[in-house]
């Protein structure tokens, strides 16, 4: 809960400690945060505006162009593979006797979406 509240510190110490590395670090919080069905409490958009803060106060090293590019990649491929994930998983969590994820459920969900492709929003 410190980390969250006070990001802006420990991506100082993070950014004087690691240096280059940091860009790695950031793209696995991203990528996490979009890419891992149960991860979505990461906080990633706190740590984007602290990053983007750090850098713009200068003295850190990094590129602002550099980091933007390897956030906006880590997003992508974060929810590439959270589709996938869900494309996998997700009909097979749908059980009759679920009491949350019903199969019915997905059943309506699915002929929605089947009948909004067949016949697209004008």
Known sequence: MDFILHIDKYLAHLVSQYHALTYLIL?????????LVVMPFVPGDSLLFAAGSLIAAGNTGLSIYLLAAILIVAAFTGN????????????????KENKILKLEYY????????????????
């Open 107 to 122: 059943e309506r969900t699915k002929a929605f979406f089947d009948k909004l492709v067949a016949k697209p929003l004008s």
């Open 27 to 35: 793209f696995a919080f991203i990528f996490v945060e979009t890419g």
């Open 80 to 95: 590439t593979v959270n589709y996938f994930i869900g494309k996998y998983t997700g009909p097979k969590v749908f059980k």
